[in-house]
């Protein structure tokens, strides 16, 4: 357990509003990750950073944008949110051991845009 | 590029039957490869992992062996219980900043 929260947990908003996500994490990992989650497609990266204030695309990131101005949060924005951005956002961090490394989760946030 | 491929759910057991869900890959160079599983209305927990080829990953029961010649990783449970009951995701590091690369997940329902 990495101490990942998220917030908040469940939200719906309206087309067009932006929204902002947040990833919270207490084990001073650098390296985290936004993925969303959808039917029959799995988990997808959307965003991730390497250190504060270092960011790249993942595979769909369209759409959104992050910040980390702190180790331990990690900011996913859809600055105009659409009806397929509807689904399940989930954080995760990098632990490394040695010369392998694991990816721990939060509990996710589900978002509906209507 | 990479890309893991899982076979299709749903899947149905009796309790204490045998589990087997099938994962194959596609990778340049050498990937970690992992099964994750997710309880309903939770996160990812990793379930187990494996580094290197041959190598076997083993938790809760679950196993499964690193196949480079085959490149397969599938997952294996000797007698599965209701309490196995989950979503079930293969998954492969998928570039040098730790991203991980998933299956589309199997959903498996263990009956009483």
């Known amino acids: 357990d990495a101490g990942i929260t998220q917030s908040p947990r469940h939200k719906v908003t309206e087309t067009g509003t932006p929204v902002t996500l947040r990833c919270h994490q207490t084990?001073?990992?650098?390296?985290m990750y936004w993925y969303r989650q959808d039917p029959g497609h799995g988990l997808r990266l959307i965003h991730y950073?390497?250190?504060?204030?270092?960011?790249d695309k993942g595979e769909v990131s369209d759409g959104y944008s992050v910040s980390r101005s702190k180790t331990e949060d990690f900011l996913l924005t859809l600055e105009s949110a659409t009806s397929s951005q509807t689904s399940v956002y989930f954080c995760a961090t990098l632990e490394a051991h040695g010369s392998s490394y694991e990816q721990y989760f939060g509990p996710g946030t589900r978002l509906t845009v209507t | 590029g990479d890309s893991v491929t899982q076979m299709e759910g749903p899947v149905t057991l009796s309790e204490e039957a045998f589990l087997t869900i099938n994962c194959t890959y596609t990778a340049t160079g050498y990937p970690s490869l992992f099964w994750y599983v997710q309880y309903p209305g939770e996160g990812l927990q990793l379930l187990l992992k494996?580094?290197?080829?041959?190598d076997k990953g083993s938790n809760k029961g679950f196993e499964a062996t690193y196949r480079k010649e085959t490149t397969s990783f599938h997952l294996e449970k000797g007698s599965v219980q209701v309490s196995d009951s989950a979503v079930y995701f293969c998954a492969l590091t998928g570039g040098s900043q730790g991203n991980l690369i998933f299956g589309k997940g199997t959903k498996l329902s263990v009956k009483p």
């Open positions: 494996a580094t290197k080829a041959d």
């Open positions: 950073s390497y250190g504060v204030k270092d960011t």
């Open positions: 084990e001073n990992h650098r390296y």
